[in-house]
């Protein structure tokens, strides 16, 4: 397709947001080298840079000295004529050749992403090669970069022409049975190898879409819903996690009323954590939309971390109801503020006098005795923390090795269910967000679960829900056409017409057939000057 000379010209910057070292502005469209005289800039030769006065069109006045670049239609990004100006990047500098740009003739800003959609239009490049440049600009992590530069570089796009020419080889065979099946040469049987080619690729495509959706995964990042009641230290834990402060960490219950996100790069791995709102029954509209929410993004994550109050007793923090729609949510249980049991126990075991206690007590606290029994105040203490003193073990174990881990067997499954979660102990984790004791092994329990859920990712042909949702069709019609018995004869018009399909179908994966509007949303994912 050649480009259209009746277009507009369009313009924009298309480096980052000043003040920086250089801007890039770029011009595209007919009147391209025209706007660089325009601007006092003698058009450089093909593909080399030119240093430049760019001047004002109307008072001639200098306004930046840069370096000039012109890449003649169609070998350029876009396929038409463009320019290109590496100025200083300093904000007055750039709104001084935008403003000038502006005011010459045939000249308007460019759209989000309308210097891509130029290329995709005059085939510089297809759909799928257009997402992933999307993606490359805003991959955040090493595999998610990986997956988006294969994206582009055609990884889906080949695949899908490739299947496509083989389903067109098919349909060919079919078409010739039905045109020629008078004529002695063509063979009788057509249909069997045509229905052999879709055979394998319903097989191809199948495996394409057995991939436990890696590739959607690690582009959108992993969702790790760090919920729980109220006060547990979500947040706390949230700003540990991210080493930044990101959530109001305050006192009081019922503070984070939204969902705020962190994204975290574990290994390469994307990994986007959730503070969401304390999960308690309330009567405040602000708080109960927040609780709404929470729940929504809980039971739509990869993983829950369960949050709950290590020192409190049990809480009347309702049932989570994360197993929404069948979808099995793995649940880690995070026994948080593990400090606080530490401090308390010692004066709790003075009182109760075991011999679990005297092991804890002697490393924790010089004085640990004299002991008696306690009264039934230290017993339903006593009861309320076990397994939380177990914890204290744990993390003061960390700290002085020579204790011993004696009580630690007295069962952490003892709060198993205890909220109505199940979880394993492997997967329950004693720690004190404030004091950042314990997160090592939750940090590189969750690089694990990233690597393990991610492996492979950037492999995958399937990257965003449209990918799946047209395979997902193509597959649909492929299996109608081998389910049928073909072999009466007399149908080739039907399978040809559904192979014909398919082969639609695939096409609208490089936007070979696709209406204004999806194109739309796909671009709206652009920045202004991409
Ligand atoms: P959220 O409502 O679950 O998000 O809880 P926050 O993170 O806002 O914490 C509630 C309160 O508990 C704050 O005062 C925190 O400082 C405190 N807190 C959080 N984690 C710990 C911890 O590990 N130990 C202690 N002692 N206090 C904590």
């Known amino acids: 397709m050649m480009p259209d000379s009746s277009r507009s010209t369009i313009f924009a910057l298309s480096s980052g947001r000043p003040p920086a070292a250089i801007a890039v502005i770029r011009i595209s469209g007919p009147r391209a080298g025209a706007a660089l005289e325009a601007l006092g800039v003698k058009i450089p030769a093909p593909r080399q840079a ?33 320019a290109e100006l590496q100025g200083h990047g300093g904000p007055a500098v750039i709104a001084g050749i935008l403003d000038a740009l502006s005011r010459i003739d045939g000249l308007r800003m460019a759209e989000p992403g309308e ?29 998610q970069r990986r997956l988006a530069f294969r994206q582009m570089k055609g990884q889906l796009g080949d695949r899908a022409e490739a299947w496509r020419e083989r389903l067109v080889r098919a349909l060919a065979l079919v078409e010739a049975r039905i045109d020629f099946s008078d004529e002695a040469d063509v063979p009788e049987d057509l249909v069997g190898p045509a229905l052999a080619i879709v055979q394998e690729l ?27 009641p109220p006060n547990a230290g979500k947040s706390t834990l949230l700003n540990r996690l991210a080493r930044r402060e990101v959530a109001i960490v305050s006192p009081y219950a019922g503070t984070t009323r939204d969902v705020i996100e962190v994204h975290l790069d574990l290994g390469g791995y994307p990994l986007t954590l ?91 606290a010089a004085e640990s005795t004299p002991r008696r029994r306690g009264g039934a105040q230290a017993a339903t203490q006593a009861g309320r923390s076990r397994a939380a003193l177990a914890s204290a073990v744990n993390i003061n174990e960390s700290r002085n090795p020579s204790l011993s881990t004696g009580i630690l067997s007295d069962k952490t499954s003892a709060y198993k269910n205890e909220y109505g979660v199940s979880f394993s102990s492997e997967d329950e984790f004693i720690l004190s967000a404030s004091e950042g004791l314990g997160l090592d092994r939750l940090m590189s329990r969750l690089s694990s679960f990233a690597a393990t859920m991610l492996a492979g990712a950037e492999q995958s042909l399937v990257a965003r829900a449209r990918h799946r949702d047209i395979l997902a069709a193509v597959q649909h019609i492929l299996n109608g056409a081998l389910d049928r018995s073909w072999s009466t004869g007399g149908e080739e018009e039907l399978l040809a017409e559904q192979l014909r399909q398919a082969a639609m179908e695939l096409g609208r994966l490089a936007g070979r057939v696709d209406v204004e509007d999806v194109l739309d949303i796909i671009f709206r994912d652009f920045c202004i000057g991409k």
């Open 115 to 143: 210097f891509t959609r130029r290329g995709f239009e005059n085939g510089k490049l297809d759909l799928t090669a257009v997402e992933g440049l999307a993606d490359l600009v805003s991959a955040e992590t090493e595999a």
């Open 202 to 228: 319903r097989d191809e495509i199948a495996t394409a879409l057995a991939d436990g959706r890696r590739g959607e995964r690690l582009r959108d990042g992993l969702v790790v819903a760090i919920a729980g």
């Open 274 to 364: 959730l503070d969401t709102a304390g999960v308690r029954e309330t009567g405040d509209p602000v708080e109960m939309e927040g609780v709404r929410r929470a729940r929504e993004r809980a039971a739509a994550a990869d993983l829950v971390l369960w949050v709950t109050d290590a020192s409190a007793g049990k809480s009347d923090a309702p049932t989570p109801d994360l197993a929404e729609a069948g979808r099995a949510v793995p649940v880690w249980q995070i026994r948080n503020k593990a400090d606080l049991v530490r401090s308390m126990d010692a004066e709790m075991l003075r009182t109760m006098g075991n011999a679990s206690g005297a092991k804890i007590g002697a490393a924790s």
């Open 50 to 82: 030119r240093i430049a006065r760019i001047r004002d069109p109307e008072s001639s006045e200098i306004i930046d000295e840069a370096l000039a670049l012109w890449f003649p239609a169609p070998n350029s990004e876009t396929g038409e004529d463009v």
